[in-house]
């Protein structure tokens, strides 16, 4: 896959991080190809990585499962602590 050069800089940058993260990847998703989610757990490994997958959702998830981005916010803040 090729990977722009600023993204290709920054993959150092993302195995640092450290603080738990969550990724919502919707499975028709056209914009991101949801095998994206799974490649950044090879880049988030130092994090407490969670993928969510939006059965049947596109792009833009806040609008269309709300209830889904409420939920894995306060989840994440909850991990967070």
């Not at 990977?3 to 991101?32: C, M």
């Not at 490994?45 to 596109?58: H, Q, T």
């Amino acid at each position: 896959m090729a990977i722009a050069p600023s993204l290709e800089k920054s993959q150092d940058q993302y195995r640092s991080i450290t603080q738990p993260i969550t990724f919502l990847q919707g499975t028709d998703d056209e914009l991101v190809r949801p095998d994206n989610a799974n490649y950044a757990k090879t880049l988030f490994k130092r994090s407490n990585l969670e993928v969510k997958w939006l059965k049947d959702a596109g792009h833009i998830i806040n609008l269309t499962n709300v209830a889904d981005v409420v939920a894995a916010i306060k989840a994440l803040d909850k991990r967070s602590l």
